[in-house]
């Protein structure tokens, strides 16, 4: 069931003396006059009907001191708003009677022309703060915009943006694990390779041991020469030592006939030169590493922007098969709603009241009703959009607009009285009771 607004009776509530409108098939009511005319009363006043005083104090209302709702030197306001949909009639009937020592009574009766009896709670289900004005929904935290669009739309990103931010944090840490790299793999030096210094002291020990066996060898021919002279010297007592001598020195010098002393030079240079050569090795080894271990890390990062990339697309899907009106949409959690690439935060007054009123239809409220409090912002081409929105979806939209100029959908106010309806004169009418 979904109702619209037929009939409308105000009296003397906050500025209003009477009204009486007839609103059957208005889709669009602009409602006109001077500040201080009794326009935001009107609208304030299906509320009242609607949910009380709980409305007049500020539960989607303007937050009233209970003393000002019912007009200055009156004791009792009395709201009749009648609703229909198609089917049947619900008249709402509330009037509010000053206490004695402050407060106020209220008193509601509803009659429905099937015979269904209805209490508060069915009038409570026909609104929320859309109805009511629905640029309350561009007043609200960033965060509750975005739960109010998933929750329209039947999508949930949080396990996406989770993932997006895991993804995004690991891509920093990469991100600064290459910066730090990158300052030792944008180093210039020339290739060298490492010089084996455990071989070359081997060779030379193995040089120095022969070389020292050949040494030995020469002290000992020498010993032997000289032992020689003194036992020929001594040959009779000595023959058989001499022979054996002799022996001796014939098998060290077949051993070591012809060998040389090799040159040690070259090797003992390598060596000296080995540390610096291998301290350039080092360094260019470090560089080759560097340079292989950023391209992994910009590897790494673009794996990582390439799964951030296909989350924002999953996002923008999930958006484009949505209920949502705006298929270019995007939810970032920082910024909230974005639409075009435009945050919604940082839209125009006349653009958010134009897209709050869209997301307010699609709440599906019992009462197709919105009411916007802050129409004098409207541009001509965002008028026309709401227009569009009522006969699209079907809604009732009353505006609220400061002026006298009259019209087919205007009613103007005066000093809390209806001067105009709907380009008419208004009817004299008597009193709602």
């Not at 500025?15 to 201080?36: F, M, S, T, Y």
């Not at 949502?324 to 995007?330: E, G, H, I, S, W």
């Not at 919604?344 to 599906?364: H, L, N, P, Y």
Request: with cysteine; aromatic share 4%; glycine share 6%.
């Amino acid at each position: 069931m979904s109702y619209k607004i037929v009939e409308l009776k105000v009296k003397d509530l906050r500025n209003v003396q009477l009204i009486d409108i007839d609103l059957k098939g208005k889709q669009i009511v602009e409602a006109r006059g001077v500040n201080g005319a009794g326009k935001s009363t009107v609208i304030d006043s299906i509320f009242t009907a609607i949910s009380g005083t709980k409305y007049m104090t500020g539960k989607y209302g303007r937050s009233y001191p209970l003393w000002e709702v019912i007009k200055q030197g009156e004791d009792r306001a009395i709201i009749k708003v009648v609703l229909a949909d198609g089917s049947k009639e619900v008249e709402i009937k509330r009037s509010l009677t000053k206490k004695e020592g402050g407060g106020l009574n209220t008193s509601l009766v509803i009659k429905s022309t099937d015979g269904q009896k209805l209490d508060q709670r069915f009038l409570d289900s026909l609104i929320n703060e859309f109805t009511v004005d629905p640029l309350e929904f561009a007043r609200k935290p960033v965060k509750e915009q975005v739960e109010i669009i998933k929750d329209i739309a039947g999508i949930s990103t949080d396990k996406l943006e989770e993932q997006q931010k895991e993804y995004a944090e690991e891509r920093l840490y990469v991100k600064r694990q290459l910066a730090d790299i990158e300052g030792v793999a944008k180093k210039h030096v020339e290739p060298v390779e490492f010089v084996d210094v455990q071989e070359l002291a081997g060779k030379l020990m193995a040089i120095r041991d022969k070389n020292r066996e050949v040494l030995n060898a020469r002290e000992r021919i020498k010993d032997f020469a000289a032992d020689q002279k003194r036992i020929e010297e001594k040959i009779k007592d000595l023959q058989r030592q001499l022979e054996q001598i002799k022996e001796a020195k014939e098998k060290v010098e077949d051993k070591f006939a012809g060998k040389e002393i090799e040159d040690t030079e070259a090797i003992e240079l390598q060596l000296q030169t080995a540390k610096e050569t291998n301290k350039k090795a080092a360094e260019y080894e470090q560089v080759k590493k560097a340079v292989e271990t950023a391209d992994g890390l910009k590897s790494q990062i673009k794996e990582f922007t390439d799964k951030i990339e296909a989350i924002r697309r999953e996002k923008q899907e999930k958006i484009a098969n949505s209920e949502l009106p705006f298929k270019r949409l995007d939810i970032q959690k920082d910024v909230g709603i974005v639409i075009d690439g435009v945050p919604f935060t940082q839209m125009s007054t006349a653009e958010q009241i134009k897209i709050s009123a869209r997301i307010g239809v699609d709440m599906k409220n019992g009462l197709k009703l919105l009411c916007i409090k802050d129409g004098s912002l409207l541009d001509t081409e965002s008028m026309a959009t709401i227009k569009e929105l009522a006969k699209k979806y079907d809604y009732q939209i009353i505006i609220e607009r400061v002026g006298e100029e009259a019209g087919e959908d205007t009613i103007i106010l005066r000093e809390g009285r209806l001067i105009s309806a709907f380009a008419g004169k208004a009817e004299k009418k008597g009193d709602i009771l």
